[in-house]
């Protein structure tokens, strides 16, 4: 279980302290599957950040299990927007990566992943050979074999193309309802939050915090037509909408 | 999924057609590099053989071949060649060892890069043949000063790019191995060797030519045997083949040298997407 509390995050910059996160609340039971979205700037990649133990500057409770998190580790995967995978491993030695193949259990898992990812017959290609999408899902598979608690996912699939993008949330949710791993995806795409999360936390930005958290109850598989789907997406639409619109000329990329 | 194999499959046919397109040319691709010298050797040989050009200054390829063929036979040619591979292969080796550990230790470290890679730096714009006097003085124009005078050749480009590669390993790949929990040890090999290895084979290639160099140098300043000693020798009783034969001989092991290098490049570097082979 994770539990976040009073947590706060300022940045030191140069026209002054800019504060991240303010006073984030938030409970994620195991093997639940919570999406964060936001405009560009609320703060929801730093707080993954956050709980990777990427970033420990940072006041207030994070805890796993109840024990503080200090750093980071294979207990929390880490899902990057890019694949991030070792251009001179082949796949299925990106996948073990400082375990050793010879290890039969390793080699045996790392076979079963491969099999789950459905990479099957790429095993020996190397990352400058696949596809965005199979990049990824050797990433997912990498982080996997870790047996990770939780799986932090930072805009996975925000560089796949829409056709690509639908198999992958398909794919997670099969990975999901499998493995059991607790999921905090961030997203920028309303679809994909609804689609995908249990939960959806909705952030604001200045500072970036909590607006409101809304669940989807809907049984997986989803069918984003359904008329259930489509008035869970305006309801967060319009949740959404609330958020205030920094001014035009700091608008980043992203909603 | 059927997307993404379709793209590869497209990948492979398009290295099929580039197969095909060599085929049609007719001739295979490691010929075009002999077209060149095999037409200068002809013509050549047959300026030679009309009498255009003297005997004493431009001996023809035919006669180079000879000297070529009584230095073999005779034994002088295994004795100079082992004279010559042994200095060039200790200097490289003590040389290139060197800068590759002092070029991922100042590759790696702050502290280590800002004490030591500015003398380094320094030292290398000093041009090596101008401390040969120097290390005369010192040594001699023994064994020892020449084996070093080509080690401090080769050290050069090895730390030079070593450091460069070091110090251009991903940051992102990085914070990969700092959340799958990589051993110090294994950061060493598996994330910043293997991304510095592209700029070391590079830094390998270059000290290698400069290792042949400094070689030719060391050997022509006093020597009892090696190529370099060879060509001195026959410059002396202006027997213009057998310094023509030592010009061959250079020509061949440092080509020799240069294509090893590339194929453990082409054995190591498959995955590089720069990598053109």
């Keep these: 279980m994770l539990t976040i509390e009073r947590l706060n995050k300022t940045f030191a910059a140069p026209a002054g302290a800019v504060v991240a996160l303010s006073n984030i609340q938030l409970q994620v039971e195991r093997g639940q599957f919570i999406t964060f979205i936001g405009p560009s700037g609320c703060g929801k990649s730093t707080l993954l950040k956050i709980v990777a133990g990427l970033d420990t500057a940072y006041e207030g409770t994070v805890e796993l299990n109840g024990k503080s998190i200090t750093g980071p580790g294979v207990d929390k995967g880490f899902i990057f927007q890019e694949p991030r995978l070792f251009p001179w491993l082949t796949v ?57 608690e939780i799986l932090l996912l930072d805009e996975p699939f925000g560089a796949l193309d829409a056709f690509t993008r639908t198999h992958m949330q398909e794919a997670l949710l099969d990975i999901w309802q499998n ?35 809304i669940n989807v109850d809907l049984p997986y598989p989803r069918k984003r037509t359904g008329v259930s789907f489509q008035e869970l ?10 958020v205030e619109q920094p001014p035009l000329l700091d608008q980043g990329a992203g909603i | 999924m059927s997307t993404n194999e379709v793209a590869l499959g497209a990948k492979a046919g398009g290295r099929q057609s580039a197969v095909s397109r060599e085929r049609k040319a007719g001739m295979p691709k490691w010929l075009y590099g002999w077209v060149i010298p095999v037409i200068v050797l002809g013509l050549w040989e047959a300026a030679s053989a009309l009498g255009l050009v003297s005997q004493s200054a431009l001996p023809a390829p035919s006669r180079i071949a000879e ?32 800068g590759l550990l002092l070029g991922v230790f100042t590759g790696l470290g ?3 890069e800002r004490t030591l890679d500015p003398s380094i730096q320094m030292l290398r714009t000093v041009p090596l043949l101008a401390v040969i006097p120097l290390f005369i003085l010192w040594f001699g124009v023994g064994e ?54 592209p700029n070391i084979l590079l830094g390998i290639r270059l000290s290698v030519g400069a290792s042949w160099l400094l070689l030719a140098v060391a050997e022509m300043m006093g020597a009892s045997a090696g190529v370099g000693y060879m060509i001195q020798d026959a410059r002396v009783y202006g027997q213009t083949d057998i310094v023509f034969v ?31 082979g």
């Excluded at chain 1, 789950?116 to 596809?131: D, M």
């Excluded at chain 1, 997406?233 to 609330?242: A, I, T």
């Excluded at chain 2, 100079?80 to 200790?90: K, L, M, Q, T």
């Design chain 1, 92 to 148: 299925e030695k990106n996948i073990a990566a400082n375990l050793s193949l010879g290890n039969a259990q390793v080699r045996r898992q790392v076979e079963e992943l491969i099999e789950l990812v459905r990479l099957k017959g790429f095993e020996k290609a190397y990352p400058k050979e696949l596809s965005g999408g199979m990049a990824q899902r050797v990433a997912i598979a990498r982080a996997l074999l870790r047996k990770p």
């Design chain 2, 67 to 98: 000297a070529f063929w009584k230095l073999c036979v005779n034994g002088d040619m295994a004795k100079h060649v082992s004279a010559s591979a042994i200095r060039a292969g200790g200097g490289f080796l003590l040389g290139g060892a060197t």
């Design chain 1, 179 to 213: 493995s059991k791993t607790t999921m905090l995806f961030v997203t920028h795409d309303l679809d994909e939050a609804v689609f995908l999360g249990e939960k959806v936390v909705i952030m604001n930005p200045r500072p970036g915090h909590i607006r409101n958290i």
């Design chain 1, 233 to 242: 997406r305006s309801k967060v639409l319009g949740e959404f909408e609330k």
């Design chain 2, 246 to 276: 030592g010009i061959i001989l250079f020509a061949l092991v440092g080509k020799l040298s240069d294509s090893l290098v590339r194929l453990v490049e082409r054995r190591y570097l498959q995955w590089n997407n720069n990598y053109k």
């Design chain 2, 144 to 197: 020892f000063s020449k084996v070093l005078l080509i080690a401090l050749g080769s050290f050069f480009p090895v730390y030079f790019h070593t450091h460069l590669g070091v110090r251009s390993a991903d940051r992102k790949l990085y914070e990969v191995t700092r959340i799958l929990q990589y051993s110090k040890l294994h950061l060493l090999t598996k994330l910043i060797i293997p991304a510095a290895l």
């Design chain 2, 110 to 112: 702050k502290w280590a």
